[in-house]
């Protein structure tokens, strides 16, 4: 069942155009001129109770700005969002009720009393009952491990502290949809993971739709079934990672260690006069980085056994970031300005 319906969503903004100098400066008091710069560009999606997706793009896509409206902060030019029938900007207070908000520069804690004190001022802003609130505590407590910082002032958690204390309350209330920007930013790896296991397990247990912006790749393939990528105000792809890879990660990578040096080297002008791909040689290995559209690793493997002795091999398919960055390399959609 769709939870989230987007449809030909626009948003633009008005920016000054400032001019140079005194002189400049002096024009801009009594004509000032401004530009439309488009920051959402006609987008539509859906998104499924239960689903956790990746809406990813460059600095300045207009990511940022297409979760501003999903959360009810800026209105739309054109278009409309709705979730679960709701309005986000028409019926703040009402929508605030069923979503759980994390920006990873951010916090929702008050900063000077500690954390327990303001997850319970949570409890009376959401008026969440007594049963309910005790049970997330406990079990939330749990998993993020809580208790060790739980009586310190907000200002005094390191960051890793904090976004787990900031997951706390976004999710203390239960709300059906949880968004998340940059929840990892700045973390050491052991918070990462623990962090993304606290959203799969709230997923999984709770079927909280979580929707997640993130320049980390690896947030993006350990907890997103689906990834949207938007660039310059517009959608450049909606489906799951592997579709993703099929269709802008065509390369692979095989490093193959051979017996003998001299081996090495007649293989490596071998493979470049056929134009199989880019060969590297370091040593006794060899580093093909081939399209496998073209050509599979079977092909490649029969061609080098014919002519020297293979001591062992590895094939690494193409990464996350590798085919997002390709992607943002691809002619652009359209040359409109564009922020995020």
Not at 159 to 182: K, S, T, V, Y
Not at 240 to 248: E, S, T, V
Request: charged content about 25%; aromatic content about 6%.
């Amino acid at each position: 069942m769709s939870i989230i319906s987007v449809k030909n969503l626009n948003k633009q903004f008005q920016r000054p155009i400032r001019k140079e100098g005194f002189g400049g400066a002096i024009k801009d008091l009594f004509n000032r001129q401004y530009e439309t710069i488009t920051a959402v560009n006609n987008i539509s999606f859906d998104i499924q109770e239960g689903e956790i997706v990746g809406y990813i793009g460059p600095n300045g896509a207009g990511k940022s700005t297409t979760i501003k409206m999903m959360v009810g902060i800026l209105i739309p030019t054109a278009g409309a969002v709705t979730v679960n029938g709701i309005i986000p900007h028409e019926n703040r207070k009402q929508y605030t009720k069923n979503i759980g908000v994390v920006f990873g520069q951010r916090t929702q804690l008050w900063w000077d009393i500690p954390v327990s004190e303001s997850l319970l001022l949570m409890k009376y802003m959401y008026k969440i009952p007594d049963d309910q609130y005790r049970r997330n505590l406990e079990h939330f407590s749990d998993i993020l491990g809580l208790n060790e910082f739980k009586h310190t002032a907000v200002r005094q958690l390191s960051l890793g502290q904090r976004m787990r204390a900031d997951l706390c309350a976004a999710l203390m209330h239960n709300p059906q949809i949880l968004f998340l920007d940059e929840p990892t930013i700045g973390l050491d790896v052991v918070v990462k993971e623990n962090i993304r296991t606290f959203i799969k397990e709230i997923n999984r247990s709770r079927q909280t739709t979580v929707i997640l912006t993130t320049h980390d790749m690896a947030d993006i393939e350990k907890l997103c079934s689906r990834v949207i990528v938007i660039d310059r105000g517009q959608i450049m792809y909606d489906g799951n990672i592997p579709q993703l890879k099929m269709q802008y990660g065509s390369d692979e990578r095989m490093i193959i260690e051979l017996e003998v040096k001299r081996d090495a080297s007649k293989v490596k002008e071998k493979l470049e006069a056929s134009h199989i791909g880019y060969v590297e040689l370091e040593g006794t290995h060899l580093k093909i980085t081939y399209n496998k559209s073209e050509i599979n690793s079977t092909q490649i493997l029969r061609a080098i056994m014919n002519e020297a002795n293979i001591v062992d091999f590895i094939v690494q398919p193409c990464e996350i970031d590798e085919v997002i960055r390709r992607m943002y390399e691809a002619p652009a959609i359209n040359e409109g300005v564009v922020v995020g």
